[in-house]
């Protein structure tokens, strides 16, 4: 059973503050995908990491891959009360029997505080 | 593009009685998910379907869950007969692999209580 551990759990600061989501698994992906989830919604996919290493930037967040693709991190620059939500990441398999699989981390719940 | 469309959105019902949920994923998407999310937590999967054939539901109470995919295209989602701890969202998502990136589409969901 692949499993996705995030942290931390909870996550309160102040708007202007940075902050950074860890994902770590002991299994290897063939991609990983960050999402947000507003209260009442579906998460809606932020981002997907394909290549070991990897780094990608959307404006005032950065998403990493780790080399080994087992770990990934979204860090978050000058946070602000719109980036409250529950943060997800998730593992895709594209091979074999569990091809297509999607397997969530148990969530990251951010407030920022103005 | 239309999104992944689900129904209800609510549901409020006794224990032991039985609920049904509908799914109707992105055209073209070969790939359906229901998922289940209890509040504050991450989703768990509970089926995905590649067309109209079962490729996961290892984690599927099959002795009061069942789901179909007739035509592979719309998606049920059957509870009988419910239980307390069933209370969650439910989720379904629908993607098209291409390349091995799969990226997944989400409905809004349907919050089911049980009481």
């Known amino acids: 059973t692949q499993l996705l551990e995030q942290s931390p759990q909870f996550l309160s600061i102040q708007e202007g503050e940075n902050l950074t989501v860890y994902c770590n698994s002991s299994?290897?992906?063939?991609?990983l995908q960050w999402y947000r989830q507003e209260p009442g919604e579906g998460p809606v996919l932020l981002v997907t990491?394909?290549?070991?290493?990897e780094v990608k930037k959307l404006k005032r967040l950065t998403f990493q891959f780790g080399d080994a693709r087992k770990d990934s991190s979204l860090h978050i620059t000058a946070a602000q009360p719109g980036d409250t939500g529950l943060y997800l990441c998730?593992?895709?398999?594209?091979?074999?029997?569990?091809?297509?699989?999607?397997?969530f981390g148990q969530g990251t719940i951010l407030t920022v505080h103005p | 593009e239309a999104g992944v469309a689900q129904s209800p959105r609510y549901r409020i019902i006794e224990k032991r009685q039985s609920v049904a949920f509908w799914c109707n994923p992105i055209?073209?998407?070969?790939?359906l998910y229901w998922y289940q999310q209890i509040l504050g937590q991450g989703p768990k999967l509970l089926i995905q379907?590649?067309?109209?054939?079962?490729?996961?539901d290892s984690q599927l109470p099959k002795d009061r869950f069942s789901a179909e995919r007739l035509k592979g295209v719309d998606s049920t989602l059957k509870i009988q007969p419910a239980k307390l701890e069933d209370s969650a969202v439910y989720l379904c998502?629908?993607?098209?692999?291409?390349?091995?990136?799969?990226?997944?589409?989400f409905g809004q969901g349907t919050r089911l209580t049980v009481v």
């Open positions: 990491v394909v290549t070991g290493g």
């Open positions: 379907f590649q067309n109209n054939g079962v490729v996961d």
């Open positions: 055209s073209g998407h070969a790939t």
């Open positions: 998730a593992g895709a398999n594209a091979g074999g029997t569990s091809y297509g699989k999607l397997t």
């Open positions: 998502a629908s993607s098209a692999i291409t390349g091995g990136e799969t990226e997944a589409f």
């Open positions: 299994s290897v992906f063939s991609s």
